[in-house]
């Protein structure tokens, strides 16, 4: 193709025949054409690349058949693997190196063991969108059995809930990768950030980061509102979409975790963003319903309490020495709260008695 680009005009191709192209090509086998010598044991590069006839391995044409209708070889094409790339747990990168921009008709499969299908381009944004949506729904239904293989060994309140690969974007640093890969678990209490899936029990604890799902917000951030592939093809083509992208990504999600700080994700797809904003959902509320209560120590006008936040009652503040309670109020009373990001927390509750506001 290099060649023919840059050839000029005027092109002089020499045509060869090429004796096993009428069997690669389905051809009857009285196709003209100079006559074959297979005797020599010469592996002719088509069947070596895998034809096959009639499930019999040899190399050898089969001479000219006696009843071409009933008698007829039928040759069958096997696929010659240049590459092979496991799905088990592989991720799917868009991503143009150095930048925030994805790739609009382009992508690359990654394999856990590093292996690389290298940059795959296709002709349209729809096809490359057909592909990527295909291939990632190989590699989730691939991590779901993971998954069932993985609970089996867990108890029904340490189950997996949901896992698979994002990209986090990277705050506060001037590397040229904005974005990086991470893997993320939802399991039974906890809220995991890999930078490796984890393929046995011991990985788990070998997270870089966890967190328990009573104490994350998860909010979406971009959403296409309709199908991938046309939306996506909408987008490379430049027609304009009345959204928010100034990053350059469509489907990102942040999970906050406590003072002011936030991880800043974003996947492939609109699909797997409704799964990760399901399984979020889901996640929490199990952990909630097991949970019942949370109780943190704290100061109040100078002394120190309990602060209890019971997910069925709502708010209550007691002494810690005596479990005298100080004040108690449901959810339906809090009327709005502030925090410093650090360590101070105000509450606004409505009294039910004189419907005044009180801040504690």
Not at 136 to 145: K, R, V
Request: hydrophobic share 35%; aromatic share 12%.
């Amino acid at each position: 193709v290099h060649l023919l680009r840059n050839a000029g005009d005027e092109v002089t191709i020499t045509v060869q025949y090429l004796r096993e192209a009428p069997s690669f090509l389905k051809l009857p086998l009285g196709s003209p054409g100079p006559s074959s010598d297979h005797s020599s044991g010469a592996s002719s590069p088509l069947f070596d690349s895998g034809l096959h006839l009639n499930g019999n391995s040899t190399n050898t044409a089969p001479s000219s058949p006696s009843s071409p209708i009933a008698n007829e070889p039928k040759y069958e094409k096997r696929w010659l693997d240049t590459l092979s790339v496991p799905l088990s747990m592989a991720r799917i990168s868009r991503d143009k190196a150095g930048t925030d921009k994805l790739r609009s008709n382009a992508f690359e499969v990654l394999a856990l063991d590093g292996v690389s299908t290298g940059i795959l381009q296709f002709y349209t944004a729809q096809e490359s969108a057909d592909w990527l949506r295909a291939i990632s729904t190989n590699i989730s239904d691939l991590t779901l059995q993971n998954m069932k293989m993985a609970n089996k060994c867990c108890s029904p309140s340490d189950q997996v809930i949901h896992m698979g690969w994002v990209n986090e974007r990277l705050e506060g640093t001037d590397s040229s990768q904005l974005y990086k890969f991470k893997f993320l678990a939802l399991k039974g209490s906890s809220f995991y950030i890999f930078s490796t899936p984890p393929v046995s029990t011991l990985d788990w604890v070998r997270a870089e980061k966890i967190y328990n799902l009573c104490e994350v917000l998860f909010k979406i951030h971009k959403l296409w509102p309709a199908d991938d592939c046309l939306l996506q093809a909408n987008w490379y083509l430049g027609i304009h979409q009345d959204f928010d992208l100034e990053d350059k990504r469509p489907y990102c999600f942040s999970v906050m975790v406590g003072h002011g700080k936030s991880h800043y994700f974003n996947v492939e797809l609109g699909s797997e963003l409704a799964v990760w904003e399901k399984s979020f959902q889901r996640a929490i509320f199990l952990e909630v319903q097991r949970t019942g209560s949370k109780t943190y120590m704290c100061s109040w006008q100078g002394d120190a309490l309990c602060f209890t936040v019971d997910f069925a009652l709502g708010f209550t503040c007691f002494d810690s020495k005596t479990k005298n309670v100080l004040w108690r109020f449901k959810f339906s009373q809090l009327k709005g709260s502030s925090d410093d990001g650090k360590t101070r927390v105000k509450l606004l509750f409505q009294n039910l008695d004189t419907k005044q506001i009180e801040t504690k």
